[in-house]
């Protein structure tokens, strides 16, 4: 597993833990899209999700959040 996946699996699971305010960004500093997914390669976020992002509430936040768990378990095989 890349070094970026497990701190990106460590904070989803942090932020869907709480139910506080300002939801995090999942930004890892790593960012290329990846053609066949067409997701981040850092985050795992679609382009969409990040253009957004700035804009959805921390509820919206919270399901791209989910969304990026699932990716993880596609991307990584488990």
């Known amino acids: 597993m890349k070094p ?6 460590q904070r989803a699971q942090q932020v869907l833990a709480q139910d506080e305010p300002h939801v995090p960004s999942p930004c ?5 899209m990846h053609p066949d997914g067409g997701h981040c390669e850092g985050c795992l976020r679609t382009l969409q999700e990040i253009g957004n992002w700035g804009r959805m509430g921390d509820e919206d936040k919270r399901i791209v959040w989910q969304a990026i768990q699932q990716r993880l378990v596609q991307v990584t095989g488990g």
């Open 4 to 9: 970026h996946f497990k701190l990106l699996a």
């Open 28 to 32: 890892v500093s790593v960012c290329l």
